[in-house]
Each structure stands twice: as C-alpha cells, then as structure tokens.
C-alpha cells in the first residue's frame, strides 16, 4: 500500500473537522483579503490621472476631501464593526469545532501508550501487552487514545491526515484522540524541534479494518520466532552476547532482567547512568522502516544501520556495532526472522 | 567650546576645560553664535572622540547600520543556505547540526538583533527631529545601548569562533536547552549574548518614553504628535513590560544550566512548561513591538506620499495602544498543542483574533487616507503598498491560526512559516525599508535612486511571495517546521524548490538596496531640506542636519506643522522669546527644553550630557559580566561588576558647571522657565520612576514563576522541607521598614528645607544675595546651599537599619535551611527570591552611603536633593518589594 499523503480533511473526523474549519476561515479570509485589494486597486485606479502630477503638491488640494466625519465613520464600521462581526463568527465556528475534537475514546476505543525518545517512537498496547517502534496500527471506525509522554524532552505527536497534533512531555500526560475513516498508511512526524534529528523522527500509522487490525495485534503479542530455524539460533546467541539485549527487547529472547525498561539493568554508554532504551524489536521484520522512517528496511538496510548508526542519522543513540561481516549477516538474518 | 569634562575626552582646539571647571574659550570669543553652537554640539576629533560621541543621530545611524549588518548576516545568508538545503528533497548542502544551528541563529538574531535595533534605532534617530527637540534626555544611556548591542551580538555571534553555536531554536525550549540534553557553551551563548541585547532595549526604551513624553516641541500637545511618535511610546513601554521577563526567565534559564538549579527540571519538581510561558509572555509582545512602529512609519509616510492628511488619526492611536494592551493577553496561542484545557483554548483564540480589531482600524484608515489621496508614485510609497497587500494577507492567515483548533494541524508547519514571514517581512521590512528610502535623505543629504528602488522593491516583493506562498500549502501538507531534509515520497519538493528561487529573487532586491545605498553616497541627487514636501519638522532643517538639530526649536500650532505653519517660530511671546533666547544662550552647555506631559508648555530648560567614554566602558563592563558568568570565573564576575559600579558613577558624576548662577537666574526670569545647568531632578524622577517600574516587572515575573511552580506543585514545599521559621524574616522585615521610614523622615524634611530655600527664590528672581555664591562656587552645584538638620543621622540610620535587615535575612537563608537551592525546584525558587530582595537592599544601601557622603558637608544643592530623593524612592519601593517577597516565602506556605 503506497504511503498516503496529507490534503486537509484526508481520513478521520478530526481531520475532517478542522479541515472544514481550515476552508471556511481560507474563504472569509479570501473574501476580505480580496476586498482590501479591490480598495488599494480602486483607489490607485481613480487617481490614475494624477501618476505624472508630481512631487510638488497643489497647495489647494490640500485637507481631506472626505469630511473627518465621514472617514471616522467608514473607519468606526470597515475597519471595527466588520472585523468584529467576523472574528466573533470565526470564533463562534471554531469554539464549535473545538467541541467536536473528541477527548476520549470512550469504553469501546482503544488505548495506546505513546513515549517520544530521541529520536523514535515507542508505542505500547497495553490491553495486549505489546509494544512496537514507529508504526502504529489502529482499527478503522474506532476511536484510539493516544496516551502521550516523553523519556526526554518534548516532542509534538503529528499526524495529520488524523487531526492536530499534541505535545508529549517528560513527567506529564496528554492525551490525543484520532480514528482514522478509512484504511491506508498515513504519515506523520514529530512536530516539536527536538535536537539533532528531529527531521528523522516520523511516525506511520497503518490503519486497518477492525479484522485485519486484530489479526495484526495478535500476531505482535506472540513472543518471536522460537528457534527452530537453523538460521537464526546463532543470531540470537549474538544479539545476546553482544549487547543489544542491554536496550532491545525482543520479547521471548531477551531474559527478562535486562529488558529495556528495568533501570538499572540496562548497561549504557560510558557515563551514563540512565538506562539506553532502544526500540522493541520483536517483531521487527514486521515493519517497512527502520530508524523512525529514516531507511526502509530492506536486508542492506539494516546491515549499514547496525555497522554504523550515526552515519545514516548522525547523533542517533545507538552505538555502532564493532561486528566483522560474517556476524553481521548472522545478525541481520536473526533480526531478518522477527517477523 | 566643548561640553566635555577635562578628564574624558582631551579638549578640542580652540578650548580648554580648566581645572576650576568653568570652560573658557581660548580664542573665537566674538565668534558667531551658530557656529559656537555648532561647535558646542559637535563631537570631539579622533577615535576617542568617535567613542565618546552621544549624540542621537550618531547612535540611531550607528544602530541603524549595525542591524542592517546583522540583517545579511543573519537574516540573509541563514536563511539562503537553509533554502538551499531544502531546494530538493534529501539534500545535503549542510548537515542536521549545520541546518539546525542556522535556524536558530536566524530566529534569534532577527527577533533580537536586526529588527529591534532597527526600530529603536529609527526612534533614536528620528525622534528628536520630529517631536522638534535637540537632544534626547539621556544621550549617555543610548550610547550605552548602541554599545551593549553591538557587543552583546558580537558576544553571541563569537560562538562561532568557539564551534559552540546555539542549535536549540530561537525559543530554546526546556528541557532541551538544559545542560543534560545542551551540554557545552552554545545555550549559554544564546542566554547570555541575547541579554546583553536586551538590557540595551531596556536602556533604549526608557530613554524612547521619556523624551516623547517631555522633549516634545512647545505647543505638540499629545494630539499632536505624529503618529511614529505615538507607535514608539506604546512600543517602548511594552518593551520594559516583555523584555524585563525575558531576561528574568533567561536568568532562570541560566541557573538552571550553570548552577543546576531546577527551576524546569521535571523531575525535581520544576515545570518546563513554565519557561515556555515565560518565554511567550515575552515572545508574543515581541511581535508586535516590531509592528507598531512600522505602522507608524508608514502612518508618518502615507500621507506625504497621498498629499492627504491622515484619516482617523484618533482611531490610529486608539489602535495602537489596544494592540499594546491586548498583545499581553495572547500569549499562550504559541501553546495550543500543550494540552490546555479547552476554556483556556477558547479564551486565548478570543483574545488572539481580537487584536484583528485594532489591526483592521488602523488597515482602514490607511485605506481611507490612500482613497482620498493623490498617490505620487516614489519608492517609499510602493513599499507601503506593498505593505498592505502582504500585511492582511499575513493578518488572516494570523485569525486562521489564532483559531485553535485549525492550530492544532498548522501549529509548527510550514504554515506557520509563511504567516509569521508575511508579517514580519510584509508588516515590518516593508515599511522599514519605506522609512530608509524616505528619512535617510535627511542625514545623508542625498535621495536615493528612485530606478533602483522600483527594482528593490518589485524584486523584494515578487520574491517575497514566492518564497512564502507555496509554504502555506507545503505546511497544510504536513511538512512540520525546523527539518534540515525530508524523504522525495512527500511530494514536498516542488513547493520547496519555489520558496529557494524566491529566497534568491528576495536576496536580490536587498541587493540592489546596497547598491543604492552606495549609489546614493557618491552619486545621489542632493536632498536638500525637503524633497516630499512633507509635513513634519525634521524636514525644517537642513540634509543632514546639524547636530543639534534646531538652533531655534519650533514652535507646534499644528499636526502637520509644515503644510499648516508658515512660520515655526511664532507662538505666545513668552514662549517665542523663550525659543529666540535658546538660539543664543547657552552656548557653553548644551540646552533642551523639556515641556508638560500633554500641553507641550515649555517647563525646563536644561543641561543633556555630552560625549563621555563612560559609557562606552559601563558597556565593556556588562558585556564582561556575561562573559565572566559564562566562563564561570568569579573573579572576573566580581570585577566586571565593580567596573560597571565604578563607571555607572563616573558617568553620572555631577557635570562641571559652564554656566553661572547670575546667567542661569537671568535667563529663567526672562522666560518664566527654570534653568537646571547642571541636571533636572524632574528628569532624573521620570528616570528613577521608569527603573523602579523595570524592577516591578522583574520582582513580578519571580513572583509569577514562584506561584506556577506553587501551582503545579501537589505539595507546597515539598515533602521533606520544613516551612521556613517567621522569627527572623519577621525582625529582617522590621529592620527594612525602620530603615526606610527613618529615611523617608529625613528626605521630607530636606524637602521642606529645600522648598524653604533656594528654589523659589531663584524662579522669583531673588538672586543678588546669593549670586556671589554663584559665581564661585561649582561646589554648590546650584543655588544658595540649604542645611536641613538631622539629615545625616537619618542616613546614617537607615543604612544602619537596612543593613541589619539584609544580615538578618542573609544569615537566616545561610543557616536555618535544610534544603539547598539544587534540591529541587522549591529550593531553587526559593533561595532565588531571597536573593532578589537581598541584591535590591544592598544596592539601596549603597546609593543611601553613596548620598551620605555627598550632604556630608549638609550643604544641598539642587542636584544633592535629587539624589536624596533618588534614594528615597528607591527605598521605598524595597520596603513594598520586601514585605511582598517576605510575605511570599515565609508567611503564605503557613496560611495554606
């Protein structure tokens, strides 16, 4: 399915809403802009005759020829009443679409916990247990609340063919609620500047007829691949042995005590006494891009982004992996089977 | 002869400052008066004259041309690679590094150090000319601005030099831009070269306020003021009331980095969101402190070019102090996407698109004035048209995203891009480039070449449509603000390669401006007085002007003088002679009048300061402190802030008199004005009142932050910390009020002594009996020396009394505390405060020792009492700031 891409109002009610509002206040606002214009026109059209009269003025045409009365008059109603009138009617159209942006999903929706790092997104289905990285999944026609909060500094959850976007803070909860309409794969990235690569901080979210969807949560909540496949086995004893397993879950590999999200556990960089949390990767091979949508995630891909993350996205807090070229196909095809 | 003290600056040929202070001239004694006044005016040779000089066409030129600089810098180059780099799709011009250190620099440096200095610098420059006055009343103070400016951006640009350049935005959000997520220098670059130049906006305004409302030509009644006038005295005032809490919360800011205070820390109980709120609370103003004088310049402009009065020039006024009032309550339409709750929401879109309102007044009066009008057809007229063709275009995309919801999508999109650059570029160059094509004729003396300026002008405009228009769309597209690349699949690309080509077309017509400029100064038309024919007085004098403007200052009987007025100099016979007599007397100091509040009647004549390197050194000093405070060295900290100390006092020292008692009586019994030869204690009470109010907001603003941490706090202090003991800052409080009640007894008194004395004697003429004095004695400073009893036990006391207050205080927070100012954000909050009212008491014990010694001989001259009264009101205004902070900190958390 190719990505879709935004027009206003693309694909839920959200969207559709402030997109209604978007183009009403785009035509009162070509209406007054264009009668501006029609003024300056005009008044630069009757006076056409006087273009060549000269920097010296006539000293009769002096003064006003409209009476001080009267231009405080047109003043007083152009230039206040009418502004009145439409700013109050254009608050009045958005206080009512205000209203219509809904702030919860309601007992049938789904929740989904939403935690901005630098520079990915983690999404957790807390209902199912599962946990993913960058792409979301949501059912069609049900509404979802996205439960936003940061591991670091602020980041903006944006996508936009769903509705506005919401702040995600460190220590703080906001919630977002979007359903999308109709199935497609919508882009979106973060829209609060957030260091070094906040450009390659995107989100996609794939939405899917209630089914399929359900089908597709199942699927992630399954533990990976048991080893069973002959290819994979030394993979995994490597992703275990060289340190990925200190930030990745993957989740029925990785012994639980070193899973990302117990602090302490997880060994960082030199001097870093926070935990480095990396994406769960348990059903990687799963999903279309790597790095929040810097690459797509094709074998090649994924072996450059490994040997040398700060390369493709400079700044990236995975560490590059000190792997000779055999390891790193055996990696890549480990990684290759959490599908 | 010079008006330079013997110890700033050598004397000029032709004169000596002699030891005894009293300047005489060497030679020339018959000389004609014009060129003695010429000569008095003029600046002294060489670069140490260059240095010294305060004039305001100077320092408004100076900083006219250093914004201008900053403007290619900044403004230009930034933003031609930042389009070079999003021409096309995964390009790699520069790196995400490189693209995000640029667009914070061109965020930054446009906001603080291309448009503000512009601006102020057009009020410096022609404010004086056109409220009809010499002088501004501090010349010092504005070359101090110029200087702290232009260092405080060398400060910020040098990052460069050290690969430390900001990269966190213009807004340097927390936590971002704390030390955990920003380590290294290139924030405290940010925070701290950024406020250097916003101590020069606050130093600039004051001075802006104060000669509108008492510089201003006898007979400009307020109604009468042009309208650039009225636009800068509103935006100077928001300038003190928006910059006082940048800078407070950019100290906070700095905290946080130097010391790991934890003001925005989340985890230690500091909220982030609160510097976003002071950051906006500042930011949104801003805007507008960049609209309001271009729309008085273009005010001041139309008209001339339309051959037509301004219509609705009552509603003009009206309009611009609503914007000033309103763009305070607005805000928080920069954090829609925070999660407000929806009543908040509603209340800031109300207030956001209201200011649509005054906007759409001020628009139809333009309107109204260019109907009636006969357009002539120069340059600075087309840039006002263009003005108001991007301006409302700029306007309603400004009401779409003042509307919340719609916000929610566009918020930090190319959307926003488009809107807040059609109305900087479109509201503001616009008509700053109209005022360079119409006043810098006047200082130049020659006109700029109109062919050029059509190519400026259509290049700019044509380019800046292209540039920004397609952003509007690429922004409803989804591209979110502040990405060095984006992927070829957005379908971005063609939008952007637009908005390149439009860059480029823009750059041009700035371009070819240059190419004017330069034209103009070699080959330009001469100017002479008034090539537009327009109304107002600047255009009375001659281009460029001499520099003190006007021999003979105007007379005002009109708003549009020079079409209404055949003759400037006739008014009332007390008041022409008044003018008549400044054309000749004095000519040993240099004289402005300073006139009433509203009706513009002449009150005072008096002495402005001239040339001094004084403030050049205080600049060098502030500059030194941020550098000190960078760097981390105490040393170099403490030293920055005795030298800014010691020349702050050496700046203000009493002047040399060059005029005597018998002369000064004479003249004031002639015109019915007082004389002040050596300095008016109305003008230093106007100065005082506007610093106290300075200290207001900044007291207010830690007021503000200590409640939002308060608020968003669930236990109040937190748990863990005892609520600090009433015992001492109760006696701290007492000792405070005892001090600066035995102090105000004793300026009461001096008062009453004063008004007893000289001061109504000198304006009854009754001088024989103490002109000998006079005529001796600079000692006396002015008048007959008056010897209030008791007051310097009362000095003496109530330094006692406040020093007591601040020991008390300092041991109470050194000792009695369990917690630190690092613990967590109720410490850092905390021991901040206490340290505001200790650094506020100290300063006042200072300046209360530093009056003692000057009455230490108990004779009062006028300048003495000024001082006494200095103090006083200072004093007081701690008693109040004291009680409200004590109060804060030790009472509210037990009565909660």
């Given at each position: 399915?190719?990505?879709?891409?935004?027009?206003?109002?693309?694909?839920?009610?959200?969207?559709?809403?402030?997109?209604?509002?978007?183009?009403?206040?785009?035509?009162?606002?070509a209406?007054i802009f264009?009668?501006?214009?029609?003024?300056l026109?005009?008044?630069?059209?009757?006076?056409?005759?006087?273009?060549?009269?000269g920097?010296?003025?006539?000293?009769a045409?002096?003064?006003?020829a409209?009476s001080?009365?009267r231009?405080?008059?047109?003043?007083?109603t152009?230039?206040?009443?009418v502004?009145a009138?439409?700013?109050a009617?254009?608050?009045?159209?958005?206080?009512?679409?205000?209203?219509?942006?809904?702030?919860?999903?309601?007992a049938?929706?789904?929740?989904?916990?939403?935690?901005?790092?630098?520079?990915?997104?983690s999404?957790?289905?807390?209902?199912?247990?599962?946990?993913?990285?960058?792409?979301?999944?949501?059912?069609v026609?049900?509404?979802?609340?996205?439960?936003?909060t940061?591991?670091?500094?602020?980041?903006?959850?944006?996508?936009?063919?769903?509705?506005?976007k919401?702040d995600?803070f460190?220590?703080?909860?906001?919630?977002?609620?979007?359903?999308?309409?109709?199935?497609?794969?919508?882009?979106?990235?973060?829209?609060e500047?957030?260091g070094?690569?906040?450009?390659?901080?995107?989100?996609?979210?794939?939405?899917?007829?209630?089914?399929q969807?359900?089908?597709?949560?199942g699927?992630?909540?399954?533990?990976?691949?048991s080893?069973?496949?002959?290819?994979?086995?030394?993979?995994?004893a490597?992703?275990?042995?060289?340190?990925?397993?200190?930030?990745?879950?993957?989740?029925?590999?990785?012994?639980?005590?070193?899973?990302?999200t117990?602090?302490?556990a997880?060994?960082?960089?030199?001097?870093d006494?926070?935990?480095?949390?990396?994406?769960?990767l348990?059903?990687l091979a799963?999903?279309d891009?790597?790095?929040?949508?810097?690459?797509?995630?094709t074998?090649m891909?994924?072996?450059?982004?490994i040997?040398?993350?700060g390369?493709?996205k400079?700044?990236?807090k995975?560490?590059?992996a000190?792997?000779?070229?055999?390891?790193?196909q055996?990696?890549v095809?480990?990684?290759?089977?959490l599908? | 002869?010079?008006?330079?003290d013997?110890?700033e600056?050598?004397g000029?040929?032709?004169?000596?400052?002699?030891?005894?202070?009293?300047?005489?001239?060497?030679?020339?004694?018959?000389?004609?008066?014009?060129?003695?006044?010429?000569?008095?005016?003029?600046?002294?040779p060489?670069?140490?004259?260059?240095?010294?000089?305060?004039?305001?066409d100077?320092i408004?030129?100076?900083?006219l041309?250093?914004g201008?600089?900053?403007?290619?810098?900044?403004?230009?180059?930034?933003?031609l690679?930042?389009?070079?780099?999003?021409?096309?799709?995964?390009?790699?011009?520069v790196?995400?590094?490189?693209?995000?250190?640029?667009?914070?620099?061109?965020?930054s440096?446009t906001m603080?150090?291309?448009?503000?200095?512009?601006v102020?610098?057009?009020a410096?420059?022609?404010?004086?000319?056109?409220?009809?006055?010499?002088?501004?009343?501090?010349?010092?103070?504005?070359?101090?601005?110029?200087?702290?400016?232009?260092?405080?951006?060398?400060?910020?640009?040098?990052?460069?030099?050290f690969?430390?350049v900001?990269?966190?935005?213009?807004?340097?959000?927390?936590?971002?831009?704390?030390?955990?997520?920003?380590?290294?220098l290139?924030?405290?670059?940010?925070v701290?070269?950024?406020s250097?130049?916003?101590?020069?906006?606050?130093a600039?305004?004051?001075e802006i306020?104060?000669?509108?409302?008492?510089?201003?030509?006898?007979?400009?009644?307020?109604?009468?003021?042009?309208?650039?006038?009225?636009?800068?005295?509103v935006?100077?005032?928001?300038i003190?009331?928006a910059?006082?809490?940048?800078i407070v919360?950019?100290?906070l800011?700095?905290?946080?980095?130097s010391?790991?205070?934890?003001?925005f820390s989340?985890?230690?109980?500091?909220?982030?969101?609160l510097?976003?709120?002071?950051?906006?609370?500042?930011?949104?103003?801003?805007?507008y402190?960049?609209?309001?004088p271009?729309?008085g310049?273009v005010?001041?402009?139309?008209?001339?070019?339309?051959?037509?009065?301004i219509?609705?020039?009552?509603?003009?006024?009206?309009?611009?102090?609503s914007i000033?009032?309103?763009?305070f309550?607005?805000?928080?339409?920069h954090?829609?996407?925070?999660?407000?709750?929806p009543?908040?929401?509603?209340f800031?879109?109300?207030a956001?698109?209201?200011?649509?309102?005054?906007?759409?007044?001020?628009?139809?009066?333009w309107?109204v004035?260019?109907?009636?009008g006969?357009?002539?057809?120069?340059?600075?007229?087309l840039?006002?048209?263009?003005?108001l063709f991007?301006?409302?275009?700029?306007?309603?995309t400004?009401?779409?995203?003042a509307?919340?919801?719609l916000?929610l999508?566009?918020?930090d999109?190319?959307?926003?891009?488009?809107?807040l650059?059609?109305?900087?570029?479109?509201?503001?160059?616009?008509?700053?480039f109209?005022?360079?094509?119409?006043?810098?004729?006047?200082?130049?003396?020659?006109?700029?070449?109109?062919?050029?300026?059509?190519?400026?002008?259509?290049l700019?405009?044509?380019g800046?449509?292209?540039?920004?228009?397609?952003m509007?769309?690429?922004?409803?597209?989804?591209?979110?603000?502040?990405?060095?690349?984006?992927?070829?699949s957005?379908?971005?690309?063609?939008?952007?390669?637009?908005?390149?080509?439009?860059?480029f077309?823009?750059?041009?017509?700035?371009?070819?401006?240059?190419v004017?400029?330069?034209?103009s100064?070699?080959?330009?038309?001469?100017?002479g007085?008034?090539?537009?024919d327009?109304?107002?007085?600047?255009?009375?004098?001659?281009?460029?002007?001499?520099?003190?403007?006007?021999?003979?200052?105007?007379?005002?009987?009109?708003r549009?003088?020079?079409?209404?007025?055949?003759?400037?100099?006739?008014?009332?016979?007390?008041?022409?002679?008044?003018v008549?007599?400044?054309?000749d007397?004095?000519?040993?100091?240099?004289a402005a009048?300073?006139?009433?509040?509203n009706?513009?009647?002449?009150?005072?004549v008096?002495?402005?300061?001239?040339?001094?390197?004084?403030?050049?050194?205080?600049?060098?000093a502030?500059?030194?402190?941020?550098?000190?405070?960078?760097?981390h060295?105490?040393?170099?900290?403490g030293?920055a802030?005795?030298?800014?100390l010691g020349s702050?006092?050496?700046?203000?020292?009493?002047?040399?008199?060059?005029?005597?008692?018998?002369?000064?009586?004479?003249?004031?019994?002639?015109?019915?004005?007082?004389?002040?030869?050596?300095?008016?204690?109305?003008?230093?009470?106007?100065?005082v009142?506007?610093a106290?109010?300075?200290?207001?907001?900044?007291?207010?603003?830690?007021?503000?932050?200590?409640?939002?941490?308060r608020?968003?706090?669930?236990v109040?202090?937190?748990?863990?910390?005892a609520?600090?003991?009433?015992?001492?800052a109760?006696?701290a409080?007492?000792?405070?009020?005892?001090?600066?009640?035995?102090?105000?007894?004793?300026a009461?008194?001096a008062?009453?002594?004063?008004?007893?004395?000289?001061?109504?004697?000198?304006?009854?003429?009754k001088d024989?009996d103490?002109?000998?004095?006079g005529?001796?004695?600079?000692?006396?400073?002015?008048?007959r020396?008056?010897?209030?009893r008791?007051?310097?036990?009362?000095?003496?006391?109530?330094?006692g009394?406040?020093?007591v207050?601040?020991?008390?205080?300092?041991?109470d927070?050194?000792?009695?505390?369990?917690?630190?100012?690092?613990?967590?954000?109720?410490?850092?909050?905390?021991?901040?405060?206490?340290?505001?009212?200790?650094?506020?008491?100290?300063?006042?014990?200072?300046?209360?020792?530093?009056?003692l010694?000057?009455?230490?001989?108990?004779?009062?001259?006028l300048?003495q009492?000024?001082?006494?009264?200095?103090?006083?009101?200072?004093?007081?205004?701690t008693?109040?700031?004291?009680l409200?902070?004590?109060?804060?900190?030790?009472?509210?958390?037990?009565?909660?």
């Amino acid at each position: 399915m190719r990505p879709h891409h935004y027009r206003l109002g693309a694909a839920g009610p959200s969207a559709d809403a402030i997109a209604r509002l978007g183009w009403i206040l785009a035509a009162v606002g070509a209406v007054i802009f264009a009668m501006v214009v029609g003024v300056l026109a005009a008044s630069i059209w009757r006076n056409r005759h006087l273009h060549g009269a000269g920097i010296q003025p006539d000293p009769a045409a002096r003064g006003e020829a409209l009476s001080e009365h009267r231009a405080d008059r047109s003043i007083l109603t152009l230039g206040a009443v009418v502004p009145a009138v439409v700013v109050a009617l254009a608050l009045g159209a958005s206080v009512i679409t205000l209203g219509r942006l809904p702030t919860s999903a309601g007992a049938q929706g789904l929740v989904i916990d939403v935690v901005g790092y630098q520079w990915w997104w983690s999404a957790t289905y807390s209902r199912a247990g599962v946990t993913v990285a960058n792409e979301i999944h949501i059912p069609v026609g049900i509404p979802v609340e996205f439960r936003l909060t940061s591991a670091d500094v602020i980041h903006s959850f944006w996508v936009p063919a769903l509705g506005g976007k919401t702040d995600a803070f460190p220590n703080d909860l906001n919630t977002l609620v979007l359903e999308a309409d109709r199935p497609g794969i919508y882009r979106g990235a973060c829209a609060e500047f957030c260091g070094l690569q906040h450009a390659r901080m995107r989100i996609t979210v794939v939405a899917e007829p209630p089914e399929q969807f359900e089908r597709w949560l199942g699927q992630q909540g399954e533990p990976a691949p048991s080893e069973g496949s002959p290819d994979s086995s030394p993979g995994k004893a490597l992703f275990l042995s060289s340190g990925c397993s200190s930030c990745h879950v993957v989740r029925g590999h990785t012994p639980p005590q070193s899973s990302a999200t117990t602090a302490g556990a997880a060994t960082a960089g030199a001097g870093d006494a926070e935990p480095r949390v990396g994406p769960d990767l348990t059903h990687l091979a799963s999903r279309d891009t790597l790095a929040a949508g810097t690459l797509s995630a094709t074998p090649m891909n994924l072996a450059r982004w490994i040997s040398d993350p700060g390369r493709l996205k400079n700044g990236a807090k995975m560490p590059a992996a000190a792997f000779n070229d055999a390891d790193l196909q055996t990696i890549v095809r480990y990684l290759q089977s959490l599908e | 002869m010079t008006d330079i003290d013997s110890s700033e600056v050598p004397g000029r040929a032709g004169t000596i400052a002699p030891a005894g202070g009293v300047a005489t001239p060497l030679a020339d004694t018959a000389a004609p008066t014009a060129a003695r006044m010429a000569d008095l005016w003029a600046d002294p040779p060489g670069l140490r004259g260059r240095i010294a000089a305060v004039q305001n066409d100077k320092i408004g030129k100076r900083l006219l041309y250093t914004g201008f600089f900053f403007l290619l810098l900044g403004g230009s180059v930034d933003s031609l690679v930042m389009r070079l780099q999003l021409a096309v799709p995964d390009n790699d011009v520069v790196s995400a590094q490189v693209y995000n250190e640029l667009f914070t620099n061109h965020g930054s440096v446009t906001m603080f150090l291309v448009i503000l200095p512009i601006v102020e610098g057009f009020a410096i420059l022609l404010l004086p000319f056109l409220l009809g006055t010499r002088e501004m009343p501090f010349p010092r103070l504005g070359a101090y601005s110029f200087f702290t400016y232009l260092m405080g951006g060398l400060f910020y640009y040098s990052s460069t030099l050290f690969n430390a350049v900001p990269d966190a935005g213009w807004f340097a959000y927390t936590p971002l831009s704390l030390p955990e997520f920003s380590p290294g220098l290139n924030l405290d670059f940010w925070v701290l070269g950024l406020s250097v130049a916003e101590v020069a906006a606050i130093a600039a305004g004051i001075e802006i306020i104060i000669t509108i409302l008492k510089f201003r030509a006898p007979g400009m009644t307020l109604n009468r003021m042009p309208l650039f006038g009225w636009a800068m005295l509103v935006t100077a005032f928001m300038i003190l009331f928006a910059f006082t809490p940048l800078i407070v919360g950019s100290f906070l800011l700095e905290l946080s980095r130097s010391f790991d205070m934890k003001f925005f820390s989340p985890d230690h109980g500091g909220s982030s969101l609160l510097w976003q709120h002071l950051f906006w609370i500042f930011g949104h103003p801003e805007v507008y402190i960049q609209f309001l004088p271009a729309a008085g310049i273009v005010s001041t402009i139309l008209p001339v070019f339309v051959r037509r009065r301004i219509a609705g020039y009552r509603w003009l006024v009206a309009a611009f102090m609503s914007i000033g009032f309103m763009s305070f309550a607005l805000w928080a339409h920069h954090m829609f996407a925070v999660g407000l709750p929806p009543v908040v929401l509603g209340f800031f879109s109300a207030a956001s698109m209201a200011i649509a309102i005054p906007a759409g007044i001020q628009v139809v009066a333009w309107l109204v004035t260019l109907w009636s009008g006969r357009p002539v057809w120069k340059t600075p007229l087309l840039f006002v048209m263009g003005f108001l063709f991007t301006f409302v275009l700029g306007g309603i995309t400004g009401v779409m995203v003042a509307a919340a919801p719609l916000d929610l999508q566009v918020h930090d999109s190319y959307f926003v891009v488009a809107h807040l650059h059609y109305v900087l570029i479109g509201g503001v160059a616009f008509p700053l480039f109209a005022g360079a094509y119409y006043w810098l004729p006047k200082f130049s003396g020659r006109l700029l070449n109109e062919r050029l300026g059509k190519w400026n002008f259509w290049l700019m405009f044509v380019g800046v449509h292209v540039t920004f228009f397609p952003m509007h769309i690429v922004g409803l597209m989804g591209m979110p603000r502040r990405v060095y690349s984006y992927d070829e699949s957005t379908g971005w690309g063609p939008y952007n390669l637009a908005s390149t080509v439009g860059a480029f077309i823009t750059f041009s017509g700035v371009l070819v401006f240059l190419v004017n400029l330069a034209y103009s100064r070699f080959r330009g038309q001469v100017a002479g007085p008034n090539p537009w024919d327009a109304d107002t007085l600047e255009w009375s004098v001659s281009s460029p002007p001499p520099d003190h403007g006007f021999s003979i200052p105007p007379i005002v009987t009109s708003r549009h003088p020079l079409w209404d007025q055949a003759v400037l100099h006739r008014g009332d016979p007390s008041t022409e002679g008044l003018v008549r007599g400044l054309a000749d007397w004095p000519l040993t100091w240099r004289a402005a009048l300073m006139t009433g509040l509203n009706d513009a009647r002449p009150e005072e004549v008096l002495r402005v300061p001239g040339p001094s390197l004084w403030p050049f050194v205080t600049a060098c000093a502030t500059v030194l402190f941020f550098i000190g405070e960078m760097v981390h060295q105490t040393a170099l900290l403490g030293f920055a802030a005795l030298a800014i100390l010691g020349s702050v006092i050496m700046w203000n020292r009493p002047q040399v008199r060059r005029s005597t008692d018998r002369e000064d009586t004479a003249f004031a019994t002639a015109h019915g004005v007082q004389v002040r030869s050596t300095g008016s204690p109305t003008l230093t009470a106007w100065a005082v009142g506007l610093a106290l109010l300075v200290v207001a907001i900044a007291f207010a603003t830690f007021l503000l932050a200590y409640f939002y941490l308060r608020v968003e706090s669930p236990v109040w202090p937190p748990p863990g910390v005892a609520r600090p003991a009433l015992g001492r800052a109760a006696l701290a409080a007492l000792a405070m009020l005892a001090g600066v009640l035995t102090l105000a007894r004793g300026a009461r008194r001096a008062r009453h002594a004063v008004h007893a004395g000289t001061d109504q004697d000198r304006v009854a003429g009754k001088d024989e009996d103490h002109a000998a004095a006079g005529e001796s004695g600079e000692t006396t400073g002015e008048g007959r020396p008056v010897r209030p009893r008791g007051l310097r036990t009362s000095l003496a006391v109530a330094a006692g009394f406040m020093a007591v207050a601040t020991s008390v205080l300092l041991a109470d927070v050194a000792t009695a505390m369990n917690f630190s100012a690092q613990s967590h954000a109720y410490g850092s909050i905390f021991y901040t405060l206490v340290g505001f009212l200790l650094v506020v008491a100290a300063v006042v014990v200072v300046v209360d020792l530093v009056v003692l010694g000057q009455v230490w001989n108990l004779e009062l001259s006028l300048a003495q009492q000024a001082a006494l009264q200095t103090v006083n009101r200072f004093a007081s205004a701690t008693a109040v700031i004291w009680l409200i902070g004590l109060a804060t900190l030790y009472l509210l958390p037990r009565l909660t």
